[in-house]
């Protein structure tokens, strides 16, 4: 079901997860292999890196102060994942930062700086 789950969201992804899988794919990014909507526990990730243990989300408004965001989140942590979550807005006008971003936390070991951080109602599409 989670296999049939993430192939639907594969084909139906925003143009901001578009944007980003651009990047991404290929190993474009020091040679790490990324996949996108990918299946783990209960919930289905935008990207996953699995060899570094790191998870990219990207948001749009309706995720703004979602509790449910913040508990999935906890639940990917507590299994030793680390999660970067980024608005779509971000992706879309400021790909480059984002990148930056991302290589910034494959090449360290510690948790994600905050990309600035999500105001609530700032990421509304």
Known sequence: MANSNARTLRQNRTDAERALWQRLRRK??????????APLGPYI????????R?????????????NADRARSAW????????MRFWNNDVLRNLDGVIEAILVV??????????????E?????
């Open 106 to 119: 494959l090449r360290s070991e510690g948790s994600p700086p905050p990309f600035p951080a999500p105001i």
């Open 28 to 37: 474009q990014l020091d040679g790490v292999r990324f996949r996108q909507q």
């Open 45 to 52: 990730v935008d990207f996953l890196c699995a060899k570094q």
């Open 121 to 125: 109602g700032a990421g509304e599409d």
């Open 54 to 66: 790191l998870i990219i989300e990207v948001d749009g408004g309706q995720h703004a102060g979602a």
């Open 76 to 83: 990917l942590e507590g299994r030793g994942f680390r999660v």
